[in-house]
């Protein structure tokens, strides 16, 4: 759910994930770092941004993952 949202506001904002740089994945259990790289691998495809995944105490609202990204207009 959070790529959907990450590449609806990429959209919205006339970007692809192709033209993401960087993104800093912030997870609430280490348990899930095998999960999060699959997933996270799948969405991008070929395309490598510089990436984060960093443990992190709970999140607000229940949320298990925060994902923030950069991307560059060109």
């Not at 959907?4 to 970007?15: I, N, P, S, T, Y």
């Not at 280490?30 to 969405?43: E, I, L, R, S």
């Not at 607000?60 to 207009?73: F, T, Y």
């Amino acid at each position: 759910m959070a790529l959907e949202k990450l590449e609806k506001v990429l959209k919205d904002a006339g970007c692809t994930k192709d033209q993401v740089v960087m993104c800093r994945v912030y997870i609430t259990s280490a348990d899930d770092w095998d999960a999060v790289n699959q997933v996270y691998a799948q969405f991008f495809g070929d395309h490598k941004p510089a990436r984060a995944i960093i443990p992190i105490l709970p999140l607000n609202n229940g949320c298990k993952i925060e994902l923030e990204a950069v991307a560059e207009l060109v």
